[in-house]
């Protein structure tokens, strides 16, 4: 928040409800770098979802996570998936990572 523009408290505000949503609100005032994988993975979803875009784009979002850690950001994703009406595109090489209400499916092949 405010690297290159100036926030306001209604933004933080809202970045905040996102971090508890999370469960990782302890990690505010933490330098990115210095926070676990999986927080930062839920960092960059809180930080795009700040703005309530009407496309989200996640690229490989629960690589590198535990599985325990992959099932969370799942239920997490399902969520959101419910309550925004935003377009999600979501890519990964492993169909047990893609949330259940993702409703249509693109697979690339060699």
């Given at each position: 928040m405010g690297l290159?523009?100036?926030?306001?408290?209604?933004l933080e505000e809202i970045c905040l409800q996102?971090?508890?949503l999370f469960h990782i609100e302890k990690?505010?005032?933490?330098?990115?770098?210095n926070v676990a994988p999986d927080v930062q993975r839920l960092c960059l979803?809180?930080?795009a979802l700040v703005k309530n875009p009407?496309?989200?784009?996640?690229?490989?979002?629960?690589?590198g996570l535990t599985e325990s850690q992959q099932q969370f950001f799942k239920q997490i994703m399902e969520e959101i998936a419910k309550l925004k009406s935003s377009t999600i595109i979501y890519v990964s090489h492993y169909r047990e990572h893609i949330p259940l209400n993702i409703n249509r499916e693109m697979m690339l092949q060699a």
């Open positions: 290159f523009r100036q926030s306001n408290e209604q996102w971090l508890k990690a505010a005032h933490q330098l990115f770098s979803l809180a930080r009407t496309l989200l784009v996640l690229d490989e979002p629960t690589q």
